[in-house]
């Protein structure tokens, strides 16, 4: 089957920005307004945010997921503490050493699907407190998870709470990285609503970037008071859009009428129907679809094949002949693609038997 252009299935943040968004933007584009995220467009989108997850809290704008886990977690760690994450959280493997640069370093807990145990939390803790040594090496000052992790995982309500348990123990702030945390809200798998999101850590961030904007993230602290001076701090890190209303106007727009809550619906609709024709047809998956990124094992025969039409994301060699692929669908994922998509993976399957 060729296809005059290809297939784009690599990621979830290939397209611009829902309509909506544009069309505001556009509307807005000639009005004057303060800066620094000062104006009344600003001061809107944090009230949605607010009443969405139901607590007065703190509420800043940035304009990327690794600016943003940088700001955060340099803000929140002593010059001596570390962070500690799962071995393939974001902060751990993917963003170029940006929270070492920063002077702290990260401690990975190995994982398992992309997720880590309150249990692991807990003997990691009891290993540093117990170890002769431990003044001598970094100290753990937080944690940090992702929601939906890395290979599209989700935590589950106890297993969050229970984590969120051993971090007060030990009066480690809890931090939960929400790039893709539309696609969580909107899984059938999921049992943790946002309101609840906001009780069980001490800060995350609700990303724009892979969920229907053009850029940002919307950080939420639930108690204002976690991190003192965070908009002065935002603004040493370079992580203070000037046009503030930038940003505002987008999430202002995601949060009205509850666009949020659903943007990712059809997302994952289609991951579930890719996901029924890669096992009607024999691909073997990594794991389980439950939200809108896709894991399975191809041979290299059959991923030069899908390769000709497809986009796909290499994620990692799985033995000498096979690989792990992601594919990944969107809150702009369109039918006819998935359509093309399925016919597709078919018919390569075919081919090669």
């Not at 005059?4 to 807005?28: C, W």
């Not at 297993?159 to 480690?172: H, N, P, Q, R, T």
């Not at 009205?256 to 029924?276: P, R």
């Not at 094949?305 to 702009?332: C, G, M, P, Q, Y």
Request: aromatic share 10%; net charge negative; hydrophobic share 40%.
């Amino acid at each position: 089957m060729k296809i005059m252009k290809k297939l784009q299935f690599a990621s979830d943040y290939q397209e611009g920005a829902h309509p909506n968004i544009i069309n505001r933007l556009v509307q807005t584009n000639m009005d004057q307004t303060p800066g620094y995220g000062t104006d009344a467009i600003c001061a809107s989108a944090r009230k949605r945010i607010q009443e969405a997850c139901q607590c007065d809290a703190s509420v800043y704008f940035l304009s990327g997921g690794t600016q943003t886990n940088a700001t955060i977690i340099g803000a929140i760690l002593s010059s001596y503490q570390g962070v500690i994450a799962p071995t393939s959280g974001h902060v751990s493997v993917h963003e170029a050493g940006a929270i070492e640069f920063g002077g702290h370093k990260v401690l990975p807990i190995p994982s398992t699907l992309g997720k880590i145990t309150a249990q692991q939390i807990e003997q990691y803790m009891q290993d540093f407190e117990h170890d002769l040594n431990h003044e001598h090496m970094v100290m753990p000052g937080m944690v940090y998870l992702s929601q939906p992790t890395e290979y599209g995982t989700l935590y589950s309500k106890a297993e969050l709470s229970a984590i969120y348990s051993v971090c007060k123990k030990y009066s480690m702030p809890l931090y939960i990285d929400g790039a893709r945390l539309a696609y969580a809200l909107a899984s059938q798998q999921n049992d943790i609503s946002l309101p609840e999101l906001a009780q069980l850590c001490d800060i995350f961030y609700i990303g724009g970037t892979k969920c229907g904007a053009l850029i940002g993230e919307a950080v939420v602290m639930p108690n204002p008071h976690l991190i003192p001076h965070f908009f002065t701090i935002m603004k040493q890190n370079g992580a203070l859009l000037a046009k503030g209303r930038l940003l505002g106007i987008q999430f202002d727009e995601l949060f009205k009428d509850n666009l949020y809550m659903h943007i990712g619906d059809t997302a994952i609709q289609y991951a579930q129907k890719i996901t029924q024709t890669l096992k009607e047809n024999g691909y073997p998956l990594y794991l389980e679809t439950v939200t809108n990124q896709i894991f399975f094992y191809v041979n290299q025969p059959l991923l030069d094949r899908l390769s000709e039409n497809v986009d796909l994301s290499f994620w990692e060699k799985a033995d000498e002949t096979h690989s792990i692929v992601r594919i990944a669908t969107s809150w702009a994922t369109q039918a006819k693609d998935v359509d093309a998509l399925c016919k597709l993976l078919k018919e390569a399957k075919q081919n090669l038997m």
